[in-house]
């Protein structure tokens, strides 16, 4: 096996780790802010894929209307889902837990209703088609969109939360929300506004997701299982963690199928295992 091909696949699980990023930086963002363990934020994902399927299959080339408008439908779903958290925010994790698994069944029955039970693929826009000389290999352009949406999206998150008022407001009301809401800030509102758009991050990697594998029900419960092992890696409530935690999730998964595909999630469920007795906050999480 050759340098080439162990960074060939080192990319690929880039890609990947990018992708999985959008989601877990969500979940990271909800509990980070509202402390909320929202165990259906990947149901918000899927329900974005299979909005793109819909329209990709209404319009010609209806991948990059789909890539507006299904996020916005898991926003707007999500501040409609926002006010059913809103009553446990100062219960235990377990009573959210169980909230979050009774809307995970509610819309698997909607999905299965609207859309079926088989599996449904979304065409890749020819734009996207094919891939390019890298490494010996052919490296797919689809990754290559991936990972550069991703980044924009996580540099645009960083610039809100750290050099605007509104990230201000929202790192404050994550610190304190009782005294946020003393000094003015409508905390409520603001609460809203995170969540949505946690909903919407993983709508936009629902739909990116579309390109890289087939949408089936069920699959937002396997996906999730990622978001919580990159976000126990890199820490939960750091965005920064959720970053580094997916890259390493996408790294170490694309390695070990190249050396021992039986294992490859074995060796993230070790990695995870380790952290969470070295250091049980995550990477880069702070102790709560």
């Known amino acids: 096996m050759g340098l080439d091909a162990i960074l060939f696949q080192v990319l690929t699980g880039v890609g990947k780790g990018m992708n999985l990023f959008l989601l877990a930086s969500g ?10 363990v929202n165990f259906a934020h990947a149901t918000f994902y ?3 894929a299979y909005i793109c399927y819909t329209i990709t299959g209404l319009f010609p080339n209806g991948y990059w209307l789909a890539l507006i408008l299904a996020p916005i439908g898991a926003a707007l779903l999500g501040g409609i ?3 059913l958290f809103s009553r446990l925010y100062d219960k235990e994790h377990y009573t959210q837990i169980m ?21 449904k693929m979304v065409p890749t826009p020819d734009v996207l088609a094919g891939g390019v000389p890298l ?10 969109f991936v990972i550069g949406v991703a980044a924009a999206i996580g540099i645009a998150l960083y610039v809100v939360l750290y050099r605007t008022k509104v990230g201000i407001d929202v790192r404050a009301a994550a610190a304190d929300a009782e005294m946020t809401s003393a000094l003015g800030v409508p905390v409520d509102k603001l609460y809203i506004i995170v969540f949505m758009v946690a909903c919407w991050l993983a709508g936009v990697g629902g739909v990116i997701a ?32 959720s970053l580094v935690g997916s890259l390493i999730y996408g790294v170490v998964f ?9 294992f490859a999630l074995v060796f993230l469920y070790i990695l995870m295992v380790l952290v969470l007795i ?4 995550g990477l880069l999480g702070r102790p709560r």
């Open 81 to 83: 889902c926002e006010r």
């Open 99 to 119: 909230l979050a698994w009774g809307l995970i069944l509610v819309f698997g029955d909607l999905m299965k209703l609207t859309w079926g039970s088989e599996g």
């Open 278 to 281: 070295f250091r049980p906050y």
């Open 210 to 241: 579309t390109l890289l594998s087939p949408i089936y029900l069920g699959g937002d419960l396997e996906i999730i299982l990622a978001a919580f092992i990159i976000v126990i890696i890199g820490g939960m409530g750091s965005i920064l963690g």
């Open 46 to 48: 899927l329900i974005a």
């Open 254 to 262: 694309a390695l070990g199928i190249l050396v021992l595909p039986r």
């Open 135 to 144: 490494l010996g290999g052919n490296f797919p352009i689809t990754y290559i």
């Open 27 to 36: 979940l990271s963002l909800i509990y980070g802010v509202l402390n909320v």
